[in-house]
C-alpha cells in the first residue's frame, strides 16, 4: 500500500519523555515529507502545533486542531465546530465553589483564570502561554459576541473532576464530547467532531484524489480509535491504552522510544 498522508496524535503518540520531537522522529519525517503530506491532529490549539511543524519544515501543511473542532490548511478555515456559549457557561457555573481551574479555547485564543499550577503546566507542557483575566471576564465577553469555545479543559484534583465528569455527562451528553485524557484533566468539545470527521474533511477539500486506505496514522487514546479505525493502516503506539492496542492494525514501539518513526521507517522504505 503507498501512503499519501500521514495524520499523527501529539502527545503520547508522536512527543517524546520531554515533550519533544525526537531526531529519529524528525529524520524520518523529513525523509518522507516529499511524498507523503504529514498532519498533525491533535486536542491542542494550532498556536501549540506550529513550533513542531518548524521543526520538521511543515509550515504550509493542514492542522487538526481540538480534536477536529478546528481544521486548517495555512490561513484558510477549513472547519470549524465550537461549544455554544450556553454550554460554555453552564461548564463553568458547574465549577464554581471547586479548586477546578477553567480554560477557555478559541482557535489560536487561550485565556486562562489564574497563571496557576495547572496553567503554568499547560503552558510549560505546549510552549503557549495564554492570556489571563477573571473568568466572569471572559464569558461575559464571549456573551457580547456571541462566541463559543473550540475546546473548553478543565483541570484539578482527580476527586472534583471525577464528579464535574458526572455532572456533564447526565446534563450535556448529548451536546458534549466529554472527554477525561487524565485523571485531573477534562477535556470538552462539540459532540459533532473527532479527528475521523476532521479527515473526511480533509478529503472533501484539499486531497479529493486520495482515498482512505492512502492514509497511515498514529495515536495513543480514546480520541483517536474513530482515525485509527477509519485509514488505511491505523497504528497504536506501544504505550497506547488497551482499547487502542486493541483495534489497531499494528502496534509499534512507545513513544518514549521514538515509535512513530520506527514503523515510518518500516512502511516507507521507498522514500527518498
Known sequence: MSFKLLCTDIDGTLLNADRELSAE?????????????????????????????????ILNSPLI????????????????????FAEVLQIAQLSKGTEIHVSIYNNDEWIVPAMDFWANREASNTKVNPQVQPLDNTLNQYQRSNKGAHKVMCMGPAEQIAVLYNQLINTLNDDLHVYKSKDTYLEIASRKISKKS???????????????????????????????????????????????????????????EHGVAFAIRKHFRDSI
Open 198 to 256: 476532521a479527515i473526511a474533511t480533509l478529503l472533501e477539500t484539499k486531497y479529493q484524489h486520495l482515498v482512505w486506505d492512502n492514509i497511515i496514522a498514529f495515536g495513543d487514546n480514546y480520541n483517536d480509535i474513530e482515525m485509527l479505525e477509519a485509514v488505511g493502516m491505523g497504528i497504536a503506539v506501544g504505550n497506547a491504552k488497551k482499547e487502542v492496542l486493541g483495534i489497531a492494525n499494528e502496534v509499534t514501539s512507545s513513544n518514549k
Open 25 to 57: 522522529t524528525i529524520a524520518e519525517f523529513t525523509r518522507i515529507k516529499s511524498t507523503c503530506d504529514i498532519v498533525l491532529a491533535s486536542s491542542r490549539m494550532p498556536k501549540a502545533m506550529h513550533h513542531l511543524q518548524q521543526e520538521v519544515e
Open 65 to 84: 486542531a481540538y480534536n477536529g473542532g478546528l481544521v486548517l490548511d495555512g490561513e484558510k478555515v477549513l472547519s470549524s465546530t465550537e461549544v455554544g
